[in-house]
């Protein structure tokens, strides 16, 4: 995988790298991306479960589809993308993870401070009451879980229609406007506010590169395309980094 050399330059003499990461760091870790083919539960698309309106009239649908994705982030691992992103962080000054991931691959393979804007699969809590809960409680045939209050048992994550962690967007809007070099991997680039992070970094001065098999939206905002996975890609910027160190 042969890296721009205007990438490496900047990323070389980086004091702050930001990187934004999506569904596609996960996919070859076997955990489908939400808009690819295995994104759909049951029929459904993602954004019509994870959302308020879709939760209300039917919790069952919508708890056994994340029990179903939790048990499925159960037995899988993070792939070499997110092993490349821990080593990455190691190589500058100031590095910023943000992902819209909430499978928590990045914090198993060893990533410190991630930014999770969308929230915890592996997080569950009361929609009533919001004490912690157990969304894996009980069998699929004792659905929907309730919480002792008697409130039905949600995942921890940020749905459609929610506010995102004030703070959280906050410091991942801070990275994008003050890092040199921003990194989009594995994103379509359509869910805000996350998408405007390329767009913010590139306004800002930074050098914005994008990893993605296929072009997304983000192309306006890019000075550099690595186009394939995540889990060849990374590791290639990687090596060639650690070379060009190396031999400066
Ligand atoms: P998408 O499914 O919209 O986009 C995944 C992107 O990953 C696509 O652009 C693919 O081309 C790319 N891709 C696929 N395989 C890849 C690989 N091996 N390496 C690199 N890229 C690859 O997922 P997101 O952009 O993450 O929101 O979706 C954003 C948000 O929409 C999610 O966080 C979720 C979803 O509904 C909430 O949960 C609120």
Do not use: K
Request: aromatic share 4%; charged share 20%.
């Amino acid at each position: 995988m042969l890296i721009p050399d205007a990438l490496l330059h900047r990323l070389a003499a980086a004091r702050a790298v930001a990187v934004l990461t999506g569904a596609g760091v996960s996919a070859e870790s076997g955990v489908p991306t939400s808009r690819g083919a295995g994104g759909f539960y049951e029929g459904h698309r993602p954004e019509d479960l994870a959302s308020p309106e879709g939760f209300r009239p039917d919790p069952v649908l919508v708890q056994r589809w994340y029990r179903h994705r939790r048990r499925l982030v159960r037995e899988v691992a993070p792939n070499p993308a997110h092993h490349a992103l821990v080593r990455l962080a190691a190589l500058v000054p100031r590095f910023t993870l943000v992902t819209q991931n909430v499978d928590g691959l990045h914090e198993r393979a060893g990533s410190p401070h991630v930014l999770r804007l969308h929230g915890a699969l592996m997080e569950s809590r009361c929609a009533t009451c919001a004490r912690s809960a157990d969304l894996d409680a009980g069998p699929d045939d004792a659905l929907p879980v309730r919480c002792t209050c008697g409130g039905l048992v949600r995942p921890g994550v940020v749905w459609f229609g929610e506010a995102l962690l004030v703070d959280v967007l906050e410091a991942a809007e801070q990275a994008a406007t003050t890092c040199d070099v921003f990194l989009s991997v594995g994103t379509s680039g359509l869910v805000y506010p996350a998408a405007a992070l390329p767009g913010m970094a590139r306004a800002a001065g930074a050098f914005v590169a994008e990893v993605n098999p296929e072009p997304s939206v983000l192309a306006p905002h890019l000075d550099a395309v690595l186009a394939g996975p995540a889990g060849v890609v990374l590791p290639a910027l990687v090596a060639a980094l650690e070379t060009h160190r190396a031999h400066a």
